[in-house]
């Protein structure tokens, strides 16, 4: 087995932050996806959020499930705490881990798949309990490791290369995120740096469940010429090419456009999708509103990215359920077992 190692040394002129930190600080393992897959265009943001922020990376906890997404944590944060979880249960892990140590920065990387399909229960309950931290699925509609089959968030009426339709209902994660109480919901576009770094920072710096829908095309799987895409996801066609045994290099997509535009953005496989960016009129405290602009907007066969709902004042869960201000792993005996004494007089208040 051949492992590709970064080299420790790096040029003595590189930029640094208030921390002291350079960028090649917040950078992981070199990546292992496909060339030119979204995915890493996300951790490159992923990475100039955190520097841009001044995080002492040994404050953020990365979690992950399974999946060509949830490799992505290996490739940001090399400084960080990490956890690879089982298929679509990162969600209860991170709660879990949330609830023992509150001062820790927590960043879950999630896939369509992870979440959208055997993920979907315990995200759910992530979202509508008001799990502090922010919440990334790099979305690109297809099951990347298992030769891209359609995937929840797919179109219903796309069609495979092999000429497969999918007769399924998509699953609108961006949607459910707003009816389960996100207080901050987010679309971006992998390809996207200038609008998609901003928008993970303002996420990690959110207090209570922030939820980003990141469109991540796949290069291997996704060819869907002429597909109407739903407004929370690009519902990228699935190519299901199971005989493929190499793929080429190619570059990553990147877009550049003015706030209130709409941009036909062409795939690696000669496919278009259409980008709306949210303009300045736009009311970002409006949930309600949120909602309507997207279904209004899907009708159009666009996809909205920016932010689309923010409540600052937002509760989380730590507020909800009254915990303890320290983390539990620095509590004593006496705090942890405060005796028979304590549990009466607790019962006592509940009858």
């Known amino acids: 087995m051949t492992y590709i190692v970064k080299p420790r040394f790096h040029h003595p002129a590189l930029p640094k932050n208030a921390l002291g930190y350079t960028h090649r600080d917040y950078e992981g393992s070199v990546s292992t996806l496909c060339a030119g897959c979204g995915h890493d265009s ?14 002492e990376p040994h404050r953020v906890a990365k979690l992950s499930g399974i999946g060509c997404s949830s490799k992505t944590p290996t490739y940001f944060l090399g400084q960080s705490h ?11 892990v991170m709660t879990g881990a949330n609830l023992a140590n509150r001062e820790l920065i927590y960043l879950g990387v999630s896939g369509d798949g992870d979440t959208a399909s055997i993920g979907l229960g315990q ?23 298992t030769k891209g089959q359609f995937s929840a968030t797919a179109d219903r009426g796309s069609k ?13 994660l961006v949607a459910m995120a707003l009816q389960l109480g996100a207080t901050f919901v987010g679309r971006s576009f992998s390809g996207d740096k200038k609008q998609l770094v901003p928008l993970i920072m303002a ?26 895409k739903s407004f929370d996801h690009v519902r990228e066609h699935n190519e299901a090419v199971n005989r493929l045994d190499f793929i080429s290099g190619r570059s990553p997509i990147a877009v550049d456009y003015e706030p209130g535009a709409v941009e036909i953005v062409e795939q690696h496989d000669g496919s278009k999708i259409a980008l709306r960016k949210l ?15 997207l279904l209004e907007r899907a009708a159009a066969g666009e996809i909205v990215t920016g932010l689309l709902y923010v409540e600052p ?3 989380e869960l730590h507020d909800n359920l009254k915990t303890v201000k320290k983390p539990l792993n620095t509590l004593g ?12 007089k607790f019962n006592a208040s509940l009858r």
Not at 82 to 92: E, I, K, L, Q, T
Not at 123 to 145: D, P, S, W
């Open 333 to 344: 005996e006496r705090e942890l077992c405060p005796g028979s004494g304590a549990l009466d």
């Open 123 to 145: 995200f759910a309950h992530l979202i509508r309990r008001g799990v502090n931290m922010t919440y990334i699925v790099e979305n690109n509609g297809v099951y990347g490791l």
């Open 82 to 92: 990490g956890f690879n979880s089982v298929h679509g249960r990162m969600p209860s």
């Open 279 to 293: 303009d300045g009129d736009y009311d970002v405290h409006d949930r309600r509103g949120a909602t309507n602009f």
């Open 160 to 172: 495979s290369k092999r000429g497969a339709i999918n007769a399924d209902s998509s699953i609108d």
């Open 42 to 55: 996300i951790s490159a943001a992923i990475i100039q959020a955190c520097f841009e922020l001044n995080i």
């Open 203 to 228: 996420a990690i710096e959110h207090k209570g469940a922030a939820f980003l829908d990141v469109i991540s095309p796949c290069v291997a799987f996704n060819n869907h010429p002429g597909s109407t």
């Open 313 to 315: 004042d937002g509760e």
